[in-house]
Nanobody, 116 residues
């Protein structure tokens, strides 16, 4: 069983930066896609960024070059560096790991609040 532990959320002023991390533990197939999603109350969960085991990345349009996703394979950890944060980035950010067989695991979520 895989367990995800997220950290790094918090309160930041507009224009500031935060870095989220998500460490995966348990029986992990290294051939996986790691991703960050975010969700605000009453809205769907949106994909923020993803990265495959070979480093192919994808970003949501709203990121606009402000965020960077990267991973440390040795630590089974994925990071999300977020710069130029804006109030509209306020959300609960969730880590997700997708395995080749189609199963996936979610983290518990970490709150990011950006004040204006």
């Amino acid at each position: 069983q895989v367990h995800l532990t997220e950290s790094g959320g918090g309160l930041v002023q507009a224009g500031g930066s935060l870095e989220l991390s998500c460490a995966a533990s348990g029986s992990i197939n290294s051939n996986n896609r790691m991703a960050w999603y975010r969700q605000v109350p009453g809205k769907q969960r949106d994909l923020v960024a993803s990265i495959t085991s070979v480093g192919i990345t994808y970003y949501g349009d709203f990121v606009k070059g402000r965020f960077r996703i990267y991973r440390d394979g040795a630590k089974n950890t994925v990071y999300l560096q977020m710069n130029s944060l804006q109030p509209e980035d306020t959300a609960v950010y969730y880590c997700n790991v997708l395995f080749p067989a189609g199963s996936n695991v979610w983290g518990q979520g970490t709150q990011v609040t950006v004040s204006s």
